[in-house]
């Protein structure tokens, strides 16, 4: 491993400042952290969150100056989630104790996910402070998904769909996923978490990606992974609320308000709360209503 990694990372210039919470963010730009000359990019473009991956993106060998470069790229004024490696790698261990306390850090993505102690360990050597997204990529993570949301330290789920198919064989069909998906959203609510964030889509057809990105919006999934940053204007557009929906809950909030809050029926509650959601989504991601 090279020893000057530290001393050449490139520092964090013009990057924008992330408005959009992490809780409802819609797009998630995993980036390999083997191309520190591209974080910058990377955290100037339309992805509502980075991810720089020290996991799956790096071969094994570069694993150390990998996190090394990322983590002189946020002691240097960046900002980004981290994807880590899985608890029984060999890297785990190292990845937690680098980046403890690191400023710039805004939580990291623990990959390969299988139960609520992983999670819970992850937080406690972290500092106890940092959030844990749990990445979930094979059927024994989706089984316990109830109880890893539940895990102290648990921030948001993530679906690896990738090695979810690979582990069970399953396709990569809508109807093949739906369980896992629903699976996760289920979780989710049960753990009190925001939604869930979907798996990539792989390749450049941008027409599939609208597509896939509109089932999991159908599944109640709220954000999605990206793996480049031409899939983010796709993903945050339809992940968010159409300018009718938010004509909708304009116009339903305004009649409610000039009732006096008042409850006529069993409907006016579910599309209350339905109403409240979409306007608070709007003003976050900046959609006005259809005229």
Not at 10 to 16: C, D, F, H
Not at 46 to 65: F, G, H, M, Q, T
Not at 162 to 180: K, L, N, V
């Amino acid at each position: 491993m090279s020893s000057t990694v530290g001393n050449t990372a490139p520092p964090a210039n013009n990057v924008r400042s992330r408005n959009i919470p992490a809780d409802i963010a819609r797009s998630w730009l995993l980036v390999p952290a083997t191309k520190p000359e591209i974080f910058d990019d990377a955290a100037s473009s339309r992805a509502d969150a980075i991810v720089l991956d020290i996991e799956d993106a790096v071969d094994p060998v570069n694993k150390p100056s990998a996190r090394t470069a990322v983590i002189d790229w946020l002691r240097n004024g960046g900002q980004a989630w981290v994807r880590i490696n899985d608890v029984h790698s060999d890297f785990w261990a190292d990845d937690v104790a680098g980046l403890r306390n690191v400023p710039g850090l805004l939580g990291v993505m623990l990959a390969k996910t299988e139960n609520a102690e992983q999670v819970k360990e992850t937080y406690h050597r972290l500092d106890g402070k940092s959030r844990v997204l749990a990445l979930v990529e094979s059927a024994v993570g989706i089984e316990e998904a109830n109880h890893i949301a539940r895990a102290e330290g648990a921030f948001r789920l993530a679906f690896g769909s990738g090695d979810f198919r690979r582990d069970t064989g399953m396709s990569a069909d809508r109807e093949a996923m739906a369980y896992p998906r629903a699976k996760l959203v289920v979780a989710s609510r049960v753990g009190n978490l925001p939604g869930p964030i979907d798996g990539p889509t792989v390749g450049t057809n941008h027409p599939i990606l609208r597509e896939q990105s509109a089932i999991t919006v159908a599944m109640g999934m709220t954000g999605k992974l990206c793996l480049a940053t031409d899939q983010t204007t796709i993903i945050n557009e339809v992940i968010s609320p159409t300018p009718t929906d938010v004509a909708w809950a304009s116009d339903f909030m305004a009649d409610f308000d000039a009732r006096g809050g008042v409850i006529r029926d069993g409907s006016d509650l579910p599309r209350l709360g339905r109403a409240e959601k979409i306007i608070k989504l709007a003003v976050a991601f900046g959609v006005q209503p259809a005229v």
